[in-house]
């Protein structure tokens, strides 16, 4: 009996070894709450408990030892190879957009992993090789182990059968008795990361890159809802199909449309030569991710401002008499509350409605236009989401290249070697080029069908993504323009007016739905906080937030643009005079004028209430 307590006590710390080292990580790196740790060494131990069951259990069996040894084995090999798959995925979820995987998207991925090992640049069967090769390896190493120090054995032989297998099949029945009860513990507020994986709805503000709490979000909502209540359709006889196209990941500055050295966007430019383009503008994006980005463009609401259920552009025009229809390239339904904020819809297609491509193929569009049926003369809405651009877009052969390249996400966060951002340049503005060359067949698709008669067209981005400036790359954790800079391109076709626009030298990505209801004759909701660019006194500061950084860009002074953002985790201030200093290299914090430093700082910290804390 005294050997088996010191195994099991080996045993036990080597096994919770990892949960402990990650949560390391996990409380340090990435700020999750200290609340986190107890609950996920319980869900651990949760685990442990239905494995020590079976193994008991197992010698309450007439198997023989070299076969109890083998299957022992495996379930050991096997769990906490799981388990490091599982915190491997978490971490590439926090650093990447800032929130625990959920099982949703694992299971999606899982189910495409040979498209997403291509889509990184990797050969599929060099991983799984690689991986079976590791994996054992690792089985080799547990079954010495095992051999040598397992504890079940020598515990089984002080007791019975009987006894082994009742003790094993009442730690089983704990375990399965624990996780019947998990849906209804309140880990997930705490910040547990398992508990997150299965109930993502659940985050708590701490770990949720952007998130309010219940109380003011559910204060956001009903004074949303009494806006609902009074607001009226108008009667507009200018009510043009609506056309958007929101390109993961896509910068302004990496289109030739807005002056880039290399031609990646001619179907936009030649748009532009046969008189379609009524305005551009690098618009400045609420946040450097996809969730709060896609809102902003549909409710027109900067991040501390957006709730559970905001007046959305599709829900207005629906009222106004529009047909609603998206078809996004990419995982909208398992990514974070998205599928019911694309509601209401007529109709609504995802890469989870098609099992022929992969998730992240922008050809699931063009596939599903085909066969779409042609206009019927009920106003129309599309929107389409890219992922041409995006790091884990399929690029599909036969698009120019523009030299050796390499998907940056081999990157990592955090690289200073000029030859690999050149290559990660390159493999960028393929992704860009191939965008515009998917937006230029879904137009043409659309004109054959009739929609383009009469139609407003917007192309845009959710966010930017940083490409080597200050040796980052990637997005989801900088406030650097690289990430921040997205398109905002109105185009006009057919009998389509567009009212005469003004030069702006600021624009946010707020601004997209109240410009569109503009053109439209609609009303815009009271709670909007964008402004029509077609105004001439529009706002001169627009915000931005990401996890702890916090900023504004101030237009107000004549011939700059400050940039003034605050980080709350490293107690950093900066500020930066975009028009003498674009990339962002001279911090004039202390140089700018204290009563304009204090005032930005006031109008911050009303726009603090998301902030990672």
């Known amino acids: ?126 991983i799984w090789s690689a991986l079976g090769f590791i994996f054992a390896l690792h089985w080799a190493a547990t079954f010495k182990y095992l051999a040598n120090y397992d504890w079940t054995s020598p515990f089984c032989r002080t007791i019975s059968s009987a006894t082994a297998g009742i003790s094993g099949l009442t730690l089983i029945l704990i375990a399965a008795v624990s996780i019947w009860e998990l849906p209804h513990r309140n880990w997930g507020s705490a910040g547990e990361p398992i508990s997150l994986s299965l109930f993502p709805e659940r985050g708590e503000t701490a770990l949720q890159t952007h998130s309010i709490n219940n109380l003011r979000a559910s204060k956001i909502d009903d004074a949303e809802e009494a806006v609902r209540i009074a607001y009226q359709p108008a009667k507009t006889d200018r009510l043009s199909n609506v056309v958007i196209f929101v390109v993961d990941a896509l910068r302004a500055d990496h289109l030739s449309l807005f002056g880039y050295h290399r031609s990646t966007s001619p179907n936009l430019d030649d748009l532009e030569k046969s008189g379609r383009l009524r305005f551009k503008a690098s618009a400045v994006s609420v946040c450097n991710e996809s969730s709060c980005g896609i809102r902003a463009i549909a409710s027109s609401r900067y991040v501390d401002k957006q709730a559970n259920n905001p007046m959305s552009l599709q829900e207005i025009l629906q009222r106004h008499g529009y047909g609603v229809n998206f078809i996004l390239s990419g995982d909208h339904t398992n990514f974070y509350g998205l599928r019911d904020f694309y509601r209401p819809a007529d109709s609504y297609i995802d890469s989870t409605a098609q099992t022929l491509r992969y998730a992240n193929d922008d050809r699931i569009i063009t596939d599903h236009l085909v066969n779409w049926p042609a206009y019927d003369g009920r106003p129309a809405m599309f929107q389409f989401h890219l992922m041409s651009s995006h790091q884990l877009g399929k690029r599909l052969e036969g698009v120019t290249e523009f030299g050796e390249s390499e998907n940056y996400s081999k990157l990592g966060l955090q690289n200073s070697n000029s030859k690999l951002k050149q290559k990660a340049i390159n493999f960028y503005d393929r992704g860009v080029l191939q965008s ?136 950093e201030i900066f500020t930066f005079e975009l028009l003498s200093d674009p990339e962002e290299n001279h911090n004039l914090t202390n140089t700018v004028p204290e009563s304009l430093r204090q005032e930005w700082q006031r109008l911050l910290l009303s726009r603090s209430a998301s902030l990672r804390q």
Not at 14 to 21: A, H, K, Y
Not at 78 to 83: G, I, N, Q, R, Y
Not at 533 to 557: C, E, M, S, W
């Open 1 to 126: 009996m005294k050997t088996s307590v010191k195994r099991l006590s080996a045993a036990l710390v080597l096994f919770f070894g990892l949960p402990v080292l990650f949560l390391g990580g996990y409380l340090k790196i990435y700020d999750a709450p200290a609340s986190a740790f107890i609950p996920h060494l319980l869900m651990v131990s949760i685990l442990v408990a239905c494995i020590t069951g079976l193994r008991i259990a197992l010698h309450a069996t007439p198997l023989n030892k070299k076969l109890i040894l083998i299957i022992n084995t495996t379930v050991v090999s096997s769990t906490t190879a799981l388990l490091i798959i599982y915190y491997g995925l978490v971490l590439v979820g926090l650093q990447s957009w800032g929130r625990i995987v959920s099982t949703g998207i694992i299971d999606a991925y899982l189910s495409q992993s040979n498209e997403l090992i291509k889509a990184l640049g990797y050969s599929p069967w060099a």
């Open 436 to 571: 515009d060359f998917i937006i230029g067949q879904a137009l043409e698709t659309l004109k054959t069908r009739g929609y383009l008669d009469n139609a407003l067209v917007v192309i845009t981005g959710d966010h930017g993504e940083t490409l080597g400036e200050h040796d980052y790359y990637g997005h989801s954790r900088f406030v650097w323009e690289s990430g921040l800079r997205v398109p905002f391109v109105l185009l006009a076709f057919g009998k389509a007016n567009v009212d005469s626009i003004p030069a702006k030298t600021l624009v946010s990505q707020v601004d997209i739905a109240p410009t569109l209801l503009h053109e439209l004759g609609i009303p815009i909701p009271l709670t909007w906080e964008g402004h029509p660019v077609q105004n001439a006194d529009g706002p001169k500061i627009v915000y931005f937030q990401q996890a702890h950084a916090i900023g504004l860009t101030d237009a107000r002074t004549d011939g700059k643009i400050y940039k003034h953002w605050s980080d709350i985790k490293r107690g």
